[in-house]
């Protein structure tokens, strides 16, 4: 019903920048909150940062003042720009979004497949 693709990963020195695209496409009525979460080897799923269709947003301490989270409505995609990026920072990146989907009452939750970013020292 909806898909979410995933670009812009890749390999980057410790400083610099990436930044992630995601694009929902399908039966889409409305999307609400919008959000990138990240998952390294051995570890729980984190949120990095949220936002919701009105522009409220939320990131995790982690990354406040060096990653910035923005959408676009009209495109149904999700931006994560990582500046000032640290080897911690290395992880397979997830968006995800909270969608109403044409024929179903409540917001249903789809991930994306991931992208792998790893910062190196």
């Known amino acids: 019903q909806v898909q979410l693709v995933e670009s812009g990963g890749g390999l980057v020195q ?3 920048s990436l930044r992630l695209s995601c694009a929902a496409s399908g039966s889409i009525v ?3 909150d919008m959000g990138w979460y990240r998952q390294a080897p051995g570890k729980q799923r984190e949120l990095v940062a949220r936002i919701t269709r009105l522009g409220v947003i ?3 301490e982690s990354v406040k003042g060096r990653f910035t989270i923005s959408r676009d409505n009209a495109k149904n995609t999700v931006y994560l720009q990582m500046n000032s990026l640290k080897p911690e920072d290395t992880a397979a990146y997830y968006c995800n ?3 109403y989907v044409l024929g179903y009452s409540a917001q249903q939750d789809y991930w994306g497949q991931g992208t792998q970013v790893t910062v190196s020292s």
Do not use: E, L, S
């Open 14 to 16: 410790a400083g610099g």
């Open 97 to 99: 979004c909270k969608v």
């Open 30 to 32: 409305r999307i609400n």
């Open 58 to 60: 939320n990131y995790a």
